[in-house]
């Protein structure tokens, strides 16, 4: 279990999926992003988020284990699917844009702004049973 505190699950409502508590597993989809050194990664969905401009949604992932970018302690990634007709569910990993969130207070606003959240790359993501 993570030593870092987890971000309390909201009452989301919108119109993007809400994956709050679901698991998630990021793996490998490109080798040259700078996320692929971390892959593969898995953790809790606790936050879903609606962006016009993102209908699949940006969804806040609490890692499993904290790992260690740009000499920062990363305990959480948003990640967000590449395609509105590829949701990210069970079965086969989807294509998904994964953001680093270095600090908690950065997304327990309304809504985060995602220019505040660095791009890390992308990855297959799906929901799994367990961690």
């Known amino acids: 279990m993570p030593l870092y505190h987890k971000a309390p699950i ?3 409502i919108g119109s993007c999926p ?10 490998i989809e490109d ?3 700078e996320l692929a050194h971390f892959l593969p990664l898995q953790g809790e969905v606790t936050q879903s988020f609606d962006y016009a401009d993102a209908p699949g949604g940006w ?3 609490w890692l ?3 790992i ?3 000499e920062k302690l990363c305990a959480y990634v948003m990640v967000s699917p590449r395609w509105v007709a590829r949701p990210i569910g069970r079965g086969a ?3 998904v844009f994964v953001r680093w969130v270095f600090s908690l207070e950065s997304v327990q606003v309304s809504l985060p702004d995602l220019e505040d959240l660095p791009m890390a790359g992308g990855a297959l993501g799906m929901i799994i049973d367990e961690v």
Do not use: G, K, M, Y
């Open 10 to 12: 909201s009452n989301f």
């Open 18 to 27: 809400n994956l709050a508590t679901e698991l998630i597993e990021l793996t």
């Open 31 to 33: 080798d040259q992003s």
């Open 59 to 61: 969804h806040l992932v």
């Open 64 to 66: 499993n284990s904290a």
């Open 68 to 70: 260690e970018v740009h």
């Open 93 to 95: 990993p989807v294509p």
